[in-house]
């Protein structure tokens, strides 16, 4: 035991001599050989990069901003044209349940005709190109062009990055497109519960293959509106107010509904069906102008741009709130009680008088301009009333008296743009512009309705009125019982 015990110690040493020294030394002499092939590789990589040029990254910052640019301009345009629903859904709840097919009716075919229209000439027309800077009419081209510098459409490649470039033609006409629409479905409220639908679809064809876009050329394509600095940011006078006057020519031409006036010529109120879609399609809309005002601003990339687009939704919130709390007010105080419907109105009478000017206004001055919107489209209400004009759901008042309201704001409150001295000639150039336009829309589509009527394709027969026109005119009802 005494012999085991004295040898143990002389056993693990020689081991240790053996094995663990010897491996110790292979290991030391493996990491020297890594380390030298380590500082073989380091610098042949360096050698190779002071070979080569320095990374440019030029093209990858273009590509991120014309990327971001292009789908947030897509996202905005199918909003605007979501809105779509929310025209339907107003229009449908304040008319008869006796018209319902021949008003969503209507507002599909504004969509459809309008893109067909818009494509093959709308487009060009109000986007003629450089050498109509200034001027009142040109013409592009038809069709989208794909942005085609270097572009190869088959490959799906750039032959070298377009730098002027900020986004995609095809996300620009998606975005053109449905404010061309919006325009033409204005018109639908104003005109609903008489009017032939061949005749309405013969309408919604002239304005958004012509009148719209020409008028549009005026400010947005270059044209001579522009040449005097005039301000319209997302379209109070170019959109609505060419649609609300539209609208009214279209009334005056039609005249008032069966039974909407006695003999005596006193009201009769005539009320909606369905409230619950008039505040659902309220609600639309309000989303909608989400894509329509802070949409306008066209570039989202960058800090700036970023801050410029929730800024310009910001103001138009303000201004939608306070135009249906001014609405609310005005009802209550007349009618003794609040009316939902003017609240209504008075929400979308806001969203109009801000668009033109929502990028260039101070929080105060988007609360104010909702105020006087609601308003005006209380008293716009009341006015027709008395003058015995029949607009079922107010489209005048909210689109074209607050478009008007939206144009002049601009003038009165808008920080100046480059080329104008003072506030008082700003004004005047607003006041100019948007008379301009709201004539050309209003006489043009004067014009048209006039010229149906005296052919006899403009309003439906007496009958057919009172029974109905989704029997009359498509022969079928919204609602049965099975």
């Known amino acids: 035991m005494l012999i085991r015990k004295a040898l143990f110690p002389v056993l693990m040493t020689m ?4 094995f663990v020294v010897p491996a110790s030394g292979f290991a030391q002499e493996e990491d020297a ?3 030298e092939v380590t500082t073989e590789v380091v610098e042949e990589v360096e050698a190779t990069e ?3 040029a320095p990374i440019d990254y030029s093209d990858l910052k273009w590509d991120m901003g014309y990327t971001i640019n292009t789908l947030i301009m897509f996202l905005c345009a199918v909003l605007v044209l979501f809105m779509q629903a929310g025209f339907a859904m107003v229009e449908v709840g304040l008319n008869s349940q006796k018209n319902t097919i021949n008003i969503l009716f209507k507002n599909v075919m504004d969509l459809c005709l309008g893109v067909v229209l818009y494509l093959f000439v709308g487009y060009g027309l109000m986007y003629p190109g450089g050498d109509y ?5 040109g013409f592009g081209s038809s069709m989208v062009t794909r942005d085609a510098q270097g572009f190869d459409e088959e490959a799906g490649t750039w032959e070298e990055p377009p730098s002027s470039l900020q986004w995609s033609n095809t996300a620009d006409f998606m975005f053109q497109v449905a404010f061309a629409a919006t325009a033409a479905t204005i018109v639908s409220g104003a005109v609903a519960g008489r009017m032939k639908f061949g005749s309405y679809l013969v309408y919604s064809m002239v304005l958004t293959g012509l009148i719209y876009p020409i008028s549009g050329m005026w400010k947005w394509g270059g044209g001579a509106l522009a040449a005097w600095h005039f301000q319209d940011f997302a379209g109070s006078v170019v959109v609505h107010a060419v649609g609300g006057f539209a609208g009214l020519a279209g009334a005056l031409a039609l005249g008032p509904r069966i039974g909407r006036y006695t003999p005596e010529g006193q009201s009769v109120p005539m009320p909606g069906h369905n409230i619950t879609f008039a505040a659902l399609g309220v609600f639309v809309l309000w989303v909608g102008w989400y894509g329509f005002n802070p949409g306008s601003q066209l570039t989202y990339n960058g800090i700036a741009n970023a801050e410029a687009t929730t800024y310009i939704a910001l103001t138009t919130t303000l201004s939608a709130a306070t135009g249906a709390i001014c609405a609310m007010l005005c009802s209550w105080v007349k009618f003794g009680k609040p009316d939902i419907t003017m ?7 806001g969203l109009v ?5 929502c990028d260039r206004v101070s929080q105060i001055e988007a609360l104010i301009i909702g105020v006087v919107a609601g308003f005006l489209v209380f008293a716009g209400v009341l006015a027709l009333d008395k003058l015995k004009i029949d607009d079922p759901v107010g489209a005048f008042p909210v689109h074209g008296i607050c478009g008007v309201w939206g144009g002049l704001a601009t003038g009165i409150f808008g920080d100046l743009p480059d080329g104008i001295a003072t506030q008082s000639e700003f004004f005047i150039v607003q006041l100019k512009s948007t008379a301009i336009i709201s004539a050309w829309a209003f006489f043009t589509m004067m014009i ?4 149906l009527k005296a052919i006899g394709m403009l309003r439906v027969s ?4 009172q029974r109905g026109l989704d029997i009359g005119e498509h022969g079928m009802e919204a609602y049965t019982l099975s």
């Open 15 to 18: 081991l240790l001599t053996l």
């Open 33 to 35: 050989e890594s380390a």
């Open 50 to 52: 002071s070979e080569s």
């Open 133 to 137: 800077e200034g001027k009142w009419f």
């Open 343 to 349: 609240a209504l109105n008075g929400a979308l009478a």
């Open 353 to 357: 008088g801000i668009t033109a000017n």
């Open 448 to 451: 048209v309705f006039y010229g």
């Open 462 to 465: 007496p009958e057919e009125e």
